[in-house]
């Protein structure tokens, strides 16, 4: 399987939703940093994340972390750990669960070879 030419990365597709501002984009980066190695399959312009937090600093805060992948369906994952830095790893931990089993659903099961080389198009035969 060939490597993508633009593989996404947290630095590249990461959105600062409600309740974040751009100077916490550094930390949040460092923290969701490790979902760089699962996202890297995924061409950086067909894909995008956004991470939100409703109610920061109060006991009932949700963080929210979406991810959109070209060809598949959005992604959302939710915390609601008081801990802040708790609640993103949270749910980039989800994320990364989550991403994982959507692509072995994709893949073909048992057989490396098809997992491997593109199939060719199926041909319609005449008749």
Not at 115 to 127: M, S
């Amino acid at each position: 399987m060939s490597a993508v030419a633009n593989p996404a990365t947290i630095a590249e597709c990461l959105r600062m939703g409600a309740g974040f501002s751009q100077g916490d984009r550094n930390w949040i980066e460092e923290l969701l940093g490790t979902l760089d190695t699962r996202l890297a399959s995924f061409h950086a312009d067909s894909t995008a994340l956004e991470i939100s937090v409703k109610d920061r600093t109060s006991p009932g805060q949700k963080v929210t972390l979406e991810c959109w992948v070209s060809g598949g369906d959005k992604v959302v994952t939710t915390s609601s750990e008081d801990d802040l830095h708790a609640a993103v790893m949270d749910c980039r931990d989800d994320l990364r669960r989550r991403l994982n089993d959507a692509k072995t659903r994709q893949e073909p099961r048992h057989n490396r070879h098809l997992r491997d080389v593109p199939q060719p198009a199926p041909v319609d035969l005449p008749g």
